[in-house]
Structures are given as C-alpha cells and as structure tokens.
C-alpha cells in the first residue's frame, strides 16, 4: 500500500504562492490516481483537486481554478499542488491520498490511503 508524506505548508501573505509535495513511498506511483484534499476548522473536508495515474487527466474544484495547478512527477514519486493567489478562504489543512483505478475523483471517500496532511495559514 502507499504511504504518502505532505509538506511544503506553511503561513504566507493573501496573494502569495506556496507549492506542496506529496511524496510516496511504498509502491509505484504510477498504478495510482491522487487527490489533494483540505479542511479547515469547522468544515468538511473538501477535494481541491487530482491527478491521473499518468497525469492525462485533472480536476479542480470551482474555487481554486486558474489558481491552483496539480502535477506529479512519477520517477520521483511526487505529486504537486501549486498555489497561486492565495487568499485566507485557502487556509485549511491539505492532504493527498491515493486510490488505484483509471479516473481521478474529487470525492474523499473513494481514496484508500491519506498522508498527514500539511497546515496551510493564508494571512496578513
């Protein structure tokens, strides 16, 4: 099964950029689709986006498009998640998971294994 570490959080002024890192390890990247989730306090958790086993196929959630930018590099067994304009409604908790099969979903209960999640604070 694939473990799946995050990071590259951190705290950054409304319109800045952060990029996070999803690094696998365990099994080959390539037999999975992953996701990129967050949650802030009091809220569900909410699908920002994901990636295709071989990166064909993406998909964003409305209130990131055109800011953010998902991305995986196989042979490094990493997935990206480029944050752009970043505003404080962006705040939250991110985490990747992973799940086998050939279409990518932006829905959490279909994915298998979760990393820890990294913590994400968009403020002045």
């Known amino acids: 099964q694939l ?3 995050e990071s590259g959080g951190g705290l950054v002024q409304p319109g800045g950029s952060l990029r996070l890192s999803c690094a696998a ?3 080959t990247l390539d037999y999975y689709n992953i996701g990129w989730f967050r949650q802030a306090p009091g809220k569900e958790r909410e699908g920002v986006s994901c990636i295709s086993r071989m990166g064909g196929s993406t998909s964003y959630a409305d209130s ?3 800011r953010f930018t998902i991305s995986r590099d196989n042979a490094k067994n990493t997935v990206y998640l480029q944050m752009n304009s970043l505003k404080a409604e962006d705040t ?3 985490y ?3 799940r ?3 279409v990518c979903s932006r829905g959490a209960t279909e ?3 979760w990393g ?3 913590q994400v604070t968009v403020s002045s």
């Open 92 to 94: 939250g908790v991110y």
């Open 64 to 66: 990131v498009k055109g």
């Open 116 to 118: 820890q999640g990294t």
């Open 25 to 27: 390890s365990g099994s």
């Open 3 to 5: 473990q799946l570490v």
């Open 100 to 102: 086998r099969g050939y």
């Open 111 to 113: 994915y298998d294994s």
């Open 96 to 98: 990747c998971a992973s």
